[in-house]
């Protein structure tokens, strides 16, 4: 079994930053891809950001320049950086990983418990 323990989350004032963490434990072999989603009020669930095991990034357009996804294989954490808030980046952030467990030959899909992120003034 695999877990993902989100932290970092929070109120910050419009311009403020954050950085969210996401740790992986468990029965972990490898892990490929790492990924941020975030889903706002009534909004349709994003996908934010998302981390290759060699480092490769992508960006949602609505973060670029703004975000920056990185990881800590050795800690098997990913982490969020979160510059420039805006109040419409509010939302529950979750982060996933797909995981080799030990003993497995394919990966597993694993989600975050969430983390709330209010950026308010």
């Known amino acids: 079994q695999v877990q993902l323990v989100e932290s970092g989350g929070g109120l910050v004032q419009p311009g403020g930053s954050l950085r969210l963490s996401c740790a992986a434990s468990?029965?972990?072999?490898?892990?490929?891809?790492m990924d941020w989603y975030r889903q706002a009020p009534g909004k349709q669930r994003e996908l934010v950001a998302v981390?290759?095991?060699?480092?490769?990034?992508t960006y949602a357009d609505s973060v670029k320049g703004r975000f920056t996804i990185s990881r800590d294989n050795g800690k098997n954490t990913v982490y969020l950086y979160m510059n420039s808030l805006k109040p419409e980046d509010t939302a529950v952030y979750y982060c996933?990983?797909?995981?080799?467990?030990?003993?497995?030959?394919?990966?597993?899909?694993?989600w975050g418990q969430g983390t709330q992120v209010t950026v308010s003034s």
């Open positions: 981390i290759t095991s060699g480092g490769k990034t």
């Open positions: 996933h990983a797909d995981v080799r467990r030990i003993g497995s030959s394919f990966n597993w899909s694993y």
């Open positions: 468990g029965s972990i072999f490898s892990i490929n891809v």
